[in-house]
């Protein structure tokens, strides 16, 4: 699984909320990381932590669930490779995050399990709300 960032701004913030500076590339570069990708949580399972000091912390995103997308494949074109979108409940151990990332080698244990949602959609069955979300970038 590959999670990535599409606001900016919600980085800048938990960055300024930890003490750490925004590099300006973030705001022109993709913000990806690989994320777990052999388990995940039921949709409503419950989410067990060993010590509530983690600081565990619930981020609702969607999931684009593509086909095979070329490499190079532009922006525009990639719309046509999403097959499926869920919710995802991507869970982040904030306590955490800070010592990890501080080592430069990325995310391990602030980062357990996650969650989608028991339900899955075309991006046809959106209607009209998928089309203009694919056209404004919203």
Known sequence: MADGS?????????????GATMPE?????????????DGFLGPRDDIELADDAWGC????EIAV???DVPMSTKPENATSHIKLLMLVND??????IPAELAKGFGFFQSK?????SPVAVTPDELGDSWKMARFTGH
């Open 57 to 60: 912390d619930f981020e609702a």
């Open 6 to 18: 599409a606001y900016v701004n919600h980085v800048e913030l938990v960055r300024k909320a930890r």
């Open 91 to 96: 869970v982040s151990l904030r306590n955490l």
């Open 112 to 116: 357990p399990a996650s969650a989608f």
């Open 25 to 37: 590339s973030f705001w022109t570069d993709p913000l990806m990381y690989q994320g777990m990708s």
């Open 65 to 67: 669930i593509t086909d």
